[in-house]
């Protein structure tokens, strides 16, 4: 009995092993660098000098308008995905035809295939002064300029973030038990109210699920402010990509890089937390 | 004049892919397309991590079957390197770059795969200093003729008598306007600036580069080009901050804005003005007459270079005035060698874009080491493009 223990728990090691080795090379190790990066100094050619000062941590008010950018973008892209989102979600689990359900989800996942790039150069193209304007321009709208806006960075992160929004919430409306919605409409309930206190509260764990998903991912966006925004907007992703490769100052943005991170588990625990209360007792799947 | 046949029929195949390349080089700029997208760097990285590069070893004797190059979109007649491949067997993988901070930061990290890259005149005294590039071998570049070069473009090369880099070819940094947009004439940076804020307010584009468009705004001033004086950036820094709510966008990607018509003035390399005149003919190309940025484009081979036999073959292969001119034929910017201007065409070299004035060229300044690694710029860009 006790070989068998033995056994088991060496089998539980191994099968572990592979996973654990991935999570320590690829996040704890680079993360670990990052760490130790942050507290150096940029070396006079730019790159990273070992040192132990926390004077990249008290330079961050510089980059305070790129956190204040994409602490106001992020939500509100996330809520604008949302919006989109639910009544999607809401057709796919409890009105398209069954037969068409797959078909249709598919239609959703497969632009996620191609690359975000490519989907948003694409945009740049439609938005851009031979798409939609040069159309426009045919019955007397001219000069009308729709890229480099920011209704088209809203656009960009609404159309590039859908699916991740969509399939938390019709997870969560597709296991929704159809007996609730009758209940509810046994005991006198308008459509409207049972939508309010039934469907909708319970599928806010996946609204939750997706809001955060969605949130985390735009805190470290970057192609899509300078696409289709023309790169008037800084973003923390941007400056991180201009600290790194622009001036070189490996520890300043190693140092914006960590507060990102944690930033990003404030956010992930809040959303987790919210999630909880609202949906009372019911235990939240994040996916 | 009688209708051809070939009137209304859907369009050809060969004017199809005509238009498509039209379409590809309007879609990449020089120096920002891959620099925002990582994905110059992440070619090198995979080429490397899936072994497709050659191993120092293997290459000791022989030219190998691979080498890679970094430079930047746009800059070469892939002709060039088929040709080679068929000459030597060997491939030529291109990696292509969005700014020389790029492809710095990517040889300073160590292990880029290159055996040759194209770095500007102001980077190669940085990379002597840092010890990443070789010295030139002379021997093995018999194609190259030292006393046919404008000195004038290639003295950045050498430092302290020895050879780092030869030149590929130079060209200047002016302002790209389109005529029918904005009719009026204009031939300096303070025109520029000023027309930025009127009548092309939300049209006009600056580069996403510290080194050109902190430049063009000191030179409003007067100031040089590469002045690291704190109250003369402050002054810049100013007139960039005012500018900023007017402009289209900040983005060294400006042939698309400025083909779509979106944008109609901007910032504007050499080669990509030349590539925007010759396919819409209203895109003048003009230089600023406070002066402004000249440069050259260098050749060099890193010093871990992993096939550094076929980074030489390439290069002198490169020199050869035959193989040179159809590259300048191909990416539109000027030639240094006085052998390659011998055989460019009449047509080119009366060109005022690629060959501009020498009244004109006479005020430029070429970009210094110190106004790219100045960490106070570096900061002025961030805070520009934060506002």
Redesign the interface.
Known sequence: MRGSLVHKNLLTALLLAPATLWLVVFLVLPFVAIAIFSVGE?A????YQAALTFAQYANLP??A??FW?TMVLAPIGALACLLVAYPVAYYLALRAPQRWRLILLALIVIPFWTSL?MRT?AW??IL????I?ALLAYVGIEDL?L??TPGAVLLGIVYGYLPLMILPIYVSLERLDRRLLEASADLGAAPLSTFIGVTLRLSLPGVMTGFSLVMILLLGE??IP??LG???V?FIG??L?????????WPFGSAIAITLVLVSVVVLIAANRISTRLSGARRVDLI | MPKSYRDGLPISPEKFVDQLMRLKRGSISRRDFLGITGLGVATAVMARELGIMPTPAFAAESLGDRMSIATWPNYHDPQTFENFKAETGVAVEVNVFGSNEEMLAKLQAGGSGWSLFVPTNYTISTYKKLGIIEALDMAKLDNFDGSQEDARFTAEGTIDGTIYAVPKNWGTTGIAINTKKLAKPMTSWKEFWDTAMAEGDGRTMVHDYQLTTIGNALKYYGYSFNSLKQDELAKAEELLLKVKPHLFAVSSDYQPGMRAGDAWMTMCWTNDGAQLYRDIPEIAYVLGKEGGEIWTDFYAIPKDAPNKPAGYALLNYLMNPKVAVKEHLANGAPSTDARVNALLPKEVLDNPILYPAADLLKPLEFGAAATLTDPGRAELMARFKSA
């Open positions: 940029r006079p050619e730019g790159g510089a980059r308008t790129a950018n790039l150069y740049m193209y851009g002064g031979r798409g304007p300029r890229i480099n970057y192609l300078t696409l023309g790169g008037k800084f941007n400056a990509v201009d600290l790194f490769l622009q001036s070189r100052n």
